[in-house]
């Protein structure tokens, strides 16, 4: 059965401290694997897709990659406002359904 | 507001009352998905429309759950004869097309308690 865990479950940074978020996935054909932010009570908010071993992806402060096992969420001298929940789920071959990891809560704090 | 919509925002019930969760999606979105969340874990997929067709449910849902999503807009969630096990925020998100690109627009969610 496909599976996402994410790690670690949560972490705090001060400002301008890199860092990075690990999702590692056991999928029967990867489609794509993908990135979101989820703020507190509001739904998940899509940022990257990744659909093959070497591939990056950049945004701001926040740069995805993808090996064959897993993703790495980089995040380049955060500021508070990047404290949110960073979900990373997988499109598997037969399905057409998104699976989810449960996730890293992070905090950056000035 | 051309976002993903769901009413209501919050419900609170009693153990054993039906509740009804509805999700407006983007307009020419002809996937829509529901998902649950829990406190600390990530959404957990329930079940899923391309237009009015419902293409799959969860294995983990019971049967007193069920969805439709008649021509093939709006969709609605029910539960029946709710279950304490059952509060959680249940998630609606729609996407145009195949969802290869990953690229679901979720909505702020349906927060339900029961007490």
């Known amino acids: 059965e496909d599976q996402v865990t994410q790690s670690p479950e949560a972490l705090r940074l001060q400002e301008g401290e890199s860092s990075s978020l690990n999702c590692s996935y056991t999928?029967?054909?990867?489609?794509?694997l993908f990135w979101y932010r989820q703020d507190p009570g509001k739904g998940p908010e899509f940022l990257f897709t990744?659909?093959?071993a070497g591939e990056e992806k950049e945004k701001e402060r926040l740069k995805a990659t993808l090996t064959k096992k897993e993703s790495f969420l980089h995040i380049t001298a955060p500021k508070p406002e990047d404290s949110a929940t960073y979900l990373c789920?997988?499109?598997?071959?037969?399905?057409?359904?998104?699976?989810f990891g449960a996730g890293t809560r992070l905090a950056v704090h000035p | 507001d051309t976002g993903v919509s769901q009413n209501p925002r919050h419900k609170i019930t009693k153990r054993g009352q039906n509740v009804t969760f509805r999700c407006d999606p983007i307009?020419?979105?002809?996937?829509l998905y529901w998902y649950r969340q829990t406190l600390g874990q990530g959404p957990e997929f329930l079940t899923y429309f391309q237009n009015e067709a419902q293409l799959e449910k969860s294995r983990l849902l019971s049967d007193r759950f069920s969805a439709e999503r008649p021509k093939g807009s709006f969709s609605t969630l029910e539960i029946q004869r709710t279950e304490q096990g059952d509060s959680a925020m249940y998630l609606c998100a729609s996407i145009r097309g195949n969802p290869n690109t990953g690229e679901l627009f979720f909505g702020e969610g349906s927060r339900l308690t029961v007490l």
């Open positions: 990744l659909y093959s």
């Open positions: 999928v029967s054909g990867l489609r794509g």
């Open positions: 789920a997988v499109l598997s071959g037969g399905y057409n359904k998104l699976i």
């Open positions: 307009s020419e979105h002809n996937r």
